[in-house]
């Protein structure tokens, strides 16, 4: 159980171009759902916490105009990155937890690639 | 706040030998612990967690941690590494005051030899 599904895995985009990703928690309803971004052979940085059915909760330094979440329902939340350029070029992973506590779940990712 | 320190960049070890990669952490009072692996290009699996009770806690895989709170360390330990163990593993502390955010550490890439 716990499987967190995350749609689509890479996507390549010209510049200026807007990209959604999908966060689905399979076989559980979630809360609470986190986006992460992972640099090359870096650590996993908290980009937002997203809650279903309110805004999200953004760290500092993320910019909410520039990556948009919406958490509309309890298996699903997205990722949509606005205007894209290739500094945004990065692996990003969603999570989940069960509950609204701990372990948080983990999709397999989306690796952006922006032209 | 809370913070995480894995001190090995990059472990390299012999196919069967025993293997230890350490974690060290920052936090007011006793956190969850946990243990992640990532393959290339894939996410993050749970290996282990930590909340309370027994401090040897078993995961998957044949992996173990131990948490001691005297050193603010909670060490992955496998008796006997495989080919298929090569990849990077994350320590990450999260606070148990209903806040679900989770702070890793930078990160510890195995390489398996044959």
């Known amino acids: 159980g716990a499987v967190v599904s995350q749609h689509p895995s890479w996507v390549i985009c010209k510049s200026g171009t807007s990209v959604k990703i999908e966060c689905r928690s399979l076989d559980f309803q979630a809360t609470t759902m986190f986006w992460y971004r992972q640099f090359p052979k870096q650590s996993l940085m908290l980009m937002a916490t997203s809650n279903e059915g309110s805004k999200a909760t953004y760290e500092q330094g993320v910019e909410k105009d520039k990556f948009l979440i919406n958490h509309a329902s309890l298996t699903l939340s997205t990722l949509t990155v606005t205007s894209a350029h290739p500094e945004d070029s990065s692996f990003y992973i969603c999570?989940?937890?069960?509950?609204?506590?701990?372990?948080?779940?983990f999709g397999d990712g989306t690796r952006l690639s922006i032209l | 706040a809370q913070s995480v320190t894995q001190p090995d960049i990059h472990i390299t070890v012999s196919e069967g030998a025993s293997l230890e990669l350490r974690c060290n952490y920052s936090y007011g009072a006793t956190p969850y612990l946990f243990w992640y692996v990532q393959s290339p290009g894939q996410g993050l699996q749970l290996l282990l967690k930590?909340?309370?009770?027994?401090?040897l806690v078993q995961g998957i895989k044949g992996f173990e941690a131990e948490f001691k709170r005297s050193q603010s360390s909670f060490n992955l330990r496998k008796p006997s590494v495989h080919w298929s163990d090569a990849a990077e593993y994350f320590c990450a502390v999260g606070d148990n005051f209903g806040n679900e955010k989770l702070t890793f550490g930078t990160g510890t890439r195995l390489t398996i030899i044959p």
């Open positions: 930590y909340f309370s009770g027994d401090t």
């Open positions: 999570s989940a937890s069960k509950d609204g506590g701990q372990p948080q779940h």
